[in-house]
């Protein structure tokens, strides 16, 4: 269930515990399995003492954004001005790379660098907790536990063979780390050395990197030179009873029923297997979309960060967008706006912690509390409303 407001609020103003309980018996539990898998009893030793748990990772199990933020404000942050202009300059930056992993794994330069946008802000940030403490404690407490011991030992295998250094190693809380923050197994399987330097190196070299992103996305079915799918507009008194991304037809079947392009593009019919995604339902935008959308979802399994990925993508080909709205009266913000939204919290008192445009449990608490301020219904929901109603209290007309 989703954390309630009040929940939320108690949450923020909770002080931190005393004491934690360590790792130290379940890390000796798992020492003989670490070792049975080639894991070395130095690494294992030398790698895993003196590691704590992490509440934080056990409370961020359970609220993933991807599937409780509405899909509006999650793309208002991810598929802003900023990141389409910065990952613009990468596409020029790095043209001759990106041109060397397309030849090599036939994926084009824009979805690349748009996984590398939404991943990490372009390596700007890895994500902010240690690694080896994070997946210590999943495979300790809480859901899935088999699954993030196999992470922590596949850790230990890549700091082992060289691969990684564990100095500074941070990522995600669930594990995910580098430049396109790879699980530790993915990087184990599926990363490659591009640039020629005897590693695999997904933190401190881009062309490893990059490469390896492109080999993901080929290897999880990606078609070279076809779109991952377009918006579409649906015809009046269509039935959109069937969609959703497992519920395919032949691309003929929606032609033939009047489904176009928004942009005015051709679609021309064919028997390409094709789903309906109506993400916010009906009265909100459509797309049709293919096997290479089926290829990013891979990436990571929600509809949002797919159509996050594909969408950034086409702006940074020079697209203008998605042409329908949301079907919502207050749009969500950019990461500009929501650090704005943030400064005016602190203006007002609130303490939010950084102001870094990212809108966690302190924010949403302060935010629910100058919507009760102001009369509204206290959601905790960073939108242009409560945006436009703090600037306009700091800046008062004349």
């Given at each position: 269930?989703?954390?309630?407001?009040?929940?939320?609020?108690?949450?923020?103003?909770?002080?931190?515990?005393?004491?934690?309980?360590?790792?130290?018996?379940?890390?000796a539990g798992l020492r003989p399995q670490a070792l049975a898998q080639g894991i070395s009893g130095a690494t294992w030793d030398t790698h895993t003492a003196g590691l704590a748990r992490d509440q934080g990772v056990l409370d961020s199990l359970d609220y993933q954004p991807e599937f409780r933020t509405p899909?509006?404000?999650?793309?208002?942050?991810?598929?802003?001005?900023?990141?389409?202009?910065?990952?613009?300059?990468?596409?020029?930056?790095?043209?001759?790379?990106?041109?060397?992993?397309?030849?090599?794994?036939?994926?084009d330069p824009a979805t690349v660098v748009a996984v590398w946008g939404v991943e990490s802000d372009f390596g700007r940030t890895f994500g902010k907790k240690p690694l080896l403490g994070s997946l210590a404690t999943l495979s300790c407490e809480?859901?899935?536990?088999?699954?993030?011991?196999?992470?922590?030992?596949?850790t230990l295998k890549l700091i082992q063979a060289g691969d990684l250094s564990a100095e500074g190693l941070v990522g995600s809380w669930a594990g995910a780390f580098g430049h396109t923050q790879f699980m530790p197994s993915t990087y184990a399987r599926i990363a490659v050395d591009f640039d020629g330097d005897g590693?695999?190196?997904?933190?401190?070299?881009?062309?490893?990197?990059?490469?390896?992103?492109?080999?993901?996305?080929?290897?999880?079915?990606?078609?070279?030179g076809k779109p991952w799918g377009h918006e579409v507009r649906l015809p009046e008194g269509f039935d959109a009873a069937v969609n959703g991304r497992t519920s395919r037809r032949p691309l003929s079947h929606w032609v033939g029923r009047g489904v176009v392009r928004a942009d005015g593009g051709s679609l021309a019919a064919s028997d390409a297997p094709t789903a309906l995604?109506?993400?916010?339902?009906?009265?909100?935008?459509?797309?049709?979309?293919?096997?290479?959308?089926?290829?990013?979802?891979?990436?990571?399994?929600a509809e949002s960060y797919a159509l996050a990925i594909a969408l950034l993508a086409d702006r940074l080909r020079g697209g203008e967008g998605l042409q329908a709205r949301w079907p919502t009266d207050d749009p969500g913000l950019s990461r500009v706006e929501r650090r704005e939204l943030q400064s005016l919290l602190v203006a007002r008192g609130h303490d939010i912690g950084e102001v870094d445009g990212m809108i966690g449990a302190k924010s949403r608490a302060a935010i629910a509390l100058e919507q009760i301020r102001l009369g509204r219904e206290a959601d905790g929901r960073a939108g242009q409303s409560i945006l436009a109603a703090l600037r306009a209290e700091a800046s008062p007309a004349d």
């Open positions: 269930m989703r954390p309630t407001l009040p929940l939320l609020l108690a949450l923020a103003a909770l002080p931190a515990a005393a004491a934690e309980p360590t790792l130290d018996a379940c890390l899909i509006w404000d999650y793309l208002a942050g991810l598929v802003d001005e900023q990141r389409v202009a910065d990952g613009r300059a990468m596409l020029e930056e790095h043209a001759p790379l990106l041109a060397r992993v397309q030849d090599a794994h036939g994926v809480g859901r899935r536990q088999a699954f993030f011991k196999g992470e922590l030992f596949a590693r695999r190196d997904l933190v401190g070299s881009i062309p490893d990197a990059l490469a390896s992103t492109a080999n993901y996305l080929r290897r999880s079915g990606w078609q070279p995604l109506l993400p916010a339902g009906r009265e909100g935008p459509a797309f049709l979309v293919f096997k290479n959308y089926d290829a990013i979802f891979s990436y990571n399994a």
